[in-house]
Structures are given as structure tokens and as C-alpha cells.
């Protein structure tokens, strides 16, 4: 399958500074990319949805100033937490739709844990 | 998408064959059935999906019902490094988005 990589694995930075997050399709081109948050013990909430060249659409009550998405080419999209807060400490995990062959499938990258001290 | 229906925790004993049940009874005719795993701390792992007919690769095989509001996926001899939580997810053809529900918290046991 398709392999998608996210780097950092592991951040902590301190509140009120900003964190990126990079999400990069290795293997193929990816003009859809998908950005989720998941707090411990629960299940994987979409946050948004981020296509190449353009604007990202966000899911309701995500604050696009605060989560900044960059799609500015077909195998990397970026994440910037703004002015982090401890309350944004989460596994944020990308995904990208595969494209030709794959492009039913969706694919994750391996997850970013953010801890904001 | 159609909302999909699956135990919350189910156990396997090492070597025996698991099988992971799903409810998807509004599943419409262009909607797929998916399903990924999440290995504690770690991003959703891709498995299979199928739309009509029975479906099998390296990791697991995908039994649909005729009817298609249920499926069965089934790991053929579950190790430990299977243990994981197992999300079905019904997706439209022409839609990108993933919707998790809470899956089934599979625990192989040796």
C-alpha cells in the first residue's frame, strides 16, 4: 500500500508558541490530505480537509486561525498549531487519498503526539 | 455515509481465527464497507474493503452479506501484534472522508 509519513512523531512545546506538523505522501501524489485530533481513549475526529492549491475546509468548532492547514503541493500538507494551549495536547494524525489505482483508499500517516507544557 | 454498528471489546485466543462483526443496515448501493485498525499509539492501519463480494488479501479476509447491511471481518490466525482496535466504516465511492466510530478493542490472548 501507500505510505505516509508524519514528522514530528513526538513534540512538546511550551503554551502560547506555535508547533508545525508535516505530513508527507512518499510514494505517490495526494491532492486530498485529511487532518484528524484524538484524545486519549477515544476514537479519531476530522478536523479538516486540505486539497492542493487551495483553502482547507475545516469541521464545524475547529478554529482555522488556530490550526493553520498548508497544502502547497501533491505530497506535503502541514499542520501549525497556533499559540498552543495545554488543552490542544492530542495524537494529530494525517491521512491522504491515493490517487490512479489508489484512489479509493485512504491512507495514515504514523501520527504526531503534541504535548504543551 | 451510512452509521455502522460494532461490539465494543472482543477477545481471540493466539492461532484461532477472529471474527470482527459490523452492522451497516442503511448501507446504500454506491457505499463501500472499509475497515482499519489502530495499534495503540499509532495512525489507522488500511486492511480491506469490499462493496458486494467477499474479499481477501495477506491480512485479513471481508465476508458480505448478501443483503449488505452486515459484514465479518476475519483475521485467519490472530497473533498478538494483532491486537488493536478494528473500525468498519462505510464510504461512498465518491467520498473522502472517514467517519470513526469507536470500533471493537480486539485482545489477543496467548
Known amino acids: 500500500g501507500a505510505v505516509v509519513s508524519q514528522h514530528p512523531s513526538r513534540v512538546i512545546c511550551k503554551s502560547g508558541t506555535s508547533v508545525k506538523i508535516e505530513c508527507r505522501s512518499l510514494?505517490?501524489?495526494?491532492?486530498?490530505m485529511f487532518w484528524y485530533r484524538q484524545f486519549p481513549k477515544q476514537s479519531l475526529m476530522l478536523m479538516a480537509t486540505?486539497?492542493?492549491?487551495?483553502?482547507?475546509?475545516?469541521e464545524q468548532g475547529v478554529e482555522k486561525d488556530k490550526f493553520l492547514i498548508n497544502h502547497a503541493s501533491l505530497t506535503l500538507s502541514t499542520l501549525t498549531v497556533t499559540s498552543a494551549h495545554p488543552e490542544d495536547s492530542s495524537f494529530y494524525i494525517c491521512?491522504?487519498?491515493?490517487?490512479?489505482?489508489?484512489?479509493?483508499?485512504?491512507?495514515f500517516g504514523e501520527g504526531s503526539w503534541l504535548t504543551v507544557v | 455515509d451510512a452509521k455502522t454498528t460494532q461490539p465494543p471489546s472482543m477477545d481471540c485466543a493466539e492461532g484461532r481465527a477472529a471474527n470482527l462483526p459490523c452492522n451497516h443496515s442503511?448501507?446504500?448501493?454506491?457505499?463501500?464497507v472499509y475497515w482499519y485498525r489502530q495499534i495503540h499509539s499509532q495512525g489507522p492501519q488500511y486492511i480491506i474493503h469490499g462493496l458486494k463480494n467477499n474479499e481477501t488479501n495477506e491480512m485479513a479476509s471481508l465476508i458480505i452479506t448478501e443483503d449488505r447491511k452486515s459484514s465479518t471481518l476475519i483475521l485467519p490466525h490472530a497473533t498478538l501484534r494483532d491486537t488493536a482496535v478494528y473500525y468498519c466504516i462505510v464510504k461512498g465511492a465518491g467520498s473522502y472522508q472517514l467517519t470513526f466510530g469507536k470500533g471493537t478493542k480486539l485482545s489477543v490472548i496467548p
Open positions: 442503511t448501507i446504500s448501493g454506491n457505499e463501500y
Open positions: 486540505s486539497n492542493e492549491g487551495s483553502k482547507a475546509t475545516y
Open positions: 510514494d505517490f501524489q495526494a491532492t486530498t
Open positions: 491521512s491522504a487519498r491515493g490517487a490512479g489505482a489508489l484512489g479509493n483508499t485512504i491512507y
